[in-house]
C-alpha cells in the first residue's frame, strides 16, 4: 500500500540521516561532545569554550598515536572527566571498538559512576542507532564491561586490584 511505502521510505530516510552523523560525529572527537552530552544531560544546556576544543584536539591526537603522555588540568566542574573518561572512550569505540581501558580515579565509586555513565551513553537509543552495529556488549558490570571486538572498561582505584588487566589507555 501507500502507507506502507511511505513509512519505508521514511524509515530509509532516517537511516541515512544517522548514518551521515555518525560519519560527522566520529570523524571529530569535538563533534561528538555536544550531542554526546544530550544523552547524559537532558535538561542541561551544553555550553562550549575554548577549553573544551582544547581538550579535544588533545585527546584526539592521543588516539591518533600523536601523544602517548598527556596531564589536563583544568578548574573543577568544567567537563573534564564528562570527556576524558566519560565521552573520549565512547567516541574511540566509534572507530575502534577494540580499545581496552583502565580507568582509575581517586575514590572507586567515583571511578565507577563514570565508567556507568560511558557505558549508559554506549547503549543509549543515539549511540546504538549510529554505532550499535560495530559492536555488541558482552558483560555489563558496574566497574567492568566489554565488547564482542576485545575492547574493554575497567574502573579502579588505589587500594583495590586489577591485576591479569591491560588497557591500551591509562585513564
Known amino acids: ?6 513509512e519505508i521510505a521514511l524509515a530509509e530516510l532516517e537511516r541515512r540521516r544517522h548514518q551521515q552523523e555518525a560519519a560527522e560525529s566520529s570523524a571529530r572527537l569535538r563533534d561528538f561532545i555536544e550531542p554526546a552530552w544530550k544523552m547524559l544531560k537532558p535538561a ?13 584536539d588533545h585527546l584526539a591526537a592521543v588516539s591518533a598515536g600523536e601523544l602517548t603522555r598527556l596531564q589536563i588540568w583544568v578548574p573543577r566542574a ?25 580507568s582509575a580515579s ?3 565509586g567515583l571511578a565507577g559512576r563514570l565508567v556507568g555513565q560511558s557505558l549508559r551513553l554506549i547503549k543509549s537509543q543515539w549511540y546504538q542507532d549510529r554505532w550499535g552495529h560495530l ?3 558482552e558483560k555489563e558490570g558496574e566497574r567492568y564491561y566489554s565488547n564482542d571486538q576485545g575492547g574493554t572498561r575497567l574502573a579502579t582505584a588505589p587500594g ?4 591479569g588487566e591491560h ?4 585513564i
Open 135 to 137: 559492536f555488541e556488549m
Open 78 to 102: 568544567t567537563m573534564k572527566s564528562l570527556c576524558v573518561s566519560v565521552m573520549w572512550p565512547a567516541w574511540e569505540w566509534t572507530r575502534d571498538p577494540w580499545i581496552r581501558y583502565w
Open 167 to 170: 588497557g591500551h589507555r591509562i
Open 44 to 56: 542541561e544546556t551544553f555550553r562550549s569554550n575554548w577549553h573544551i576544543d582544547a581538550i579535544c
Open 106 to 108: 581517586y575514590e572507586l
Open 1 to 6: 500500500t501507500e502507507q506502507a511505502k511511505l
Open 160 to 163: 583495590s586490584t586489577a591485576l
